[in-house]
């Protein structure tokens, strides 16, 4: 599969199954080549993607990223093997590890050594057996990596790394690591608005989801931000990790990203109105490919 260059991240928990599939068959309109499905505790991402695919003709599906503590090995095996085949070959997974308190508070499951319970994982999903009819290509394979570590393990035992709520600084990082030939598929979170205190404002209800969960703190200090800009939400924070302005702005960080390594940036448009379940399709548009 060709994963493209230009995608879109988003959340479908607020939105019913019929709209999901509209605004994925807008997407595919305008010209993203891939929308990627997040996982915490709404809609399975996995079914979700089918039904995306069903509803489309050229759109990539992603998970982005799928817990691994949600299902064992062979399943997830299965899950790539069938969706890749459904659709013939428009299906990208990413999986990852999660978090502590996620895993443990939420789904009341033990929080393993974040690579060595990768490792593992990729390692039985790569003998799990699977005997029904498939696409003669191998489904690619994706993990959320953030730290060096994670990333090597990308590099060595996937097609490549997604990494979630970063920068530019780190996709240099990653790609420094990951060297020529691994995908390196970056999330970047965009604002179409140029008032600095209003985009700042629209960022924060956004990172505040994010900016206590042990994985994204650790990240983002190796990226130089300080505790006090992780906890207070600073301008700083949200600058390195948000797109805001007019369109050439975010056109200016997209690029960014791809002179710093990224092959593809999946945007999450934050919704000026406030709503964050809600897509902007404003910026969407202003941000399409077709545009």
């Known amino acids: 599969m060709d994963v493209g260059?230009?995608?879109?991240?988003?959340?479908?928990?607020?939105?019913?199954?019929?709209?999901?599939?509209?605004?994925?068959?807008?997407?595919?309109?305008?010209?993203?080549?891939?929308?990627?499905?997040?996982?915490?505790?709404?809609?399975?991402?996995?079914?979700?993607?089918?039904?995306?695919?069903?509803?489309?003709?050229?759109?990539?599906l992603a998970t982005g990223i799928a817990n691994i503590y949600h299902r064992e090995p062979t399943v997830s095996r299965a899950l790539q093997y069938t969706l890749a085949e459904q659709s013939g070959d428009r299906f990208l997974m990413a999986i990852g590890v999660?978090?502590?308190?996620?895993?443990?508070?939420?789904r009341k499951l033990e929080y393993g050594p974040p690579v060595t319970t990768m490792r593992n994982y990729l390692e039985q999903m790569g003998t799990a057996p699977y005997r029904a009819v498939r696409e003669e290509a191998e489904p690619k394979t994706l993990i959320a990596a953030l730290g060096p570590k994670m990333i090597e393990l990308a590099k060595t035992h996937t097609e490549g790394a997604h990494p979630y709520f970063t920068g530019p600084s780190h996709t240099k990082m990653a790609r420094e690591i990951l060297g020529e030939g691994p995908l390196l598929c970056v999330e970047q979170k965009v604002i179409l608005e140029t008032d600095p205190t209003k985009a700042r404002e629209l960022a924060r209800p956004v990172a505040k989801i994010y900016n206590r969960l042990p994985n994204?703190?650790?990240?983002?200090?190796?990226?130089g931000l300080t505790e006090d800009d992780i906890d207070n939400l600073s301008d700083r924070f949200i600058d390195e990790t948000f797109a805001w302005g007019d369109v050439d702005a975010v056109r200016a960080r997209i690029?960014?990203?791809?002179?710093?390594?990224?092959?593809?940036v999946c945007i999450q448009p934050i919704n000026t109105n406030g709503n964050i379940g809600e897509l902007d399709w404003a910026c969407l548009e202003a941000l399409s490919p077709n545009a």
């Not at 915490?40 to 759109?59: C, E, F, H, Q």
């Open 98 to 106: 999660s978090h502590k308190p996620l895993v443990e508070g939420v």
């Open 216 to 223: 994204y703190r650790n990240n983002w200090l190796r990226m």
């Open 5 to 60: 260059k230009l995608g879109v991240w988003y959340f479908f928990d607020e939105v019913s199954s019929a709209d999901a599939a509209n605004s994925a068959k807008r997407l595919e309109s305008l010209g993203y080549s891939t929308l990627w499905l997040p996982e915490t505790v709404g809609k399975n991402p996995y079914v979700l993607a089918s039904w995306l695919l069903a509803n489309t003709s050229k759109l990539n």
């Open 255 to 264: 690029k960014e990203h791809m002179d710093a390594g990224a092959d593809h």
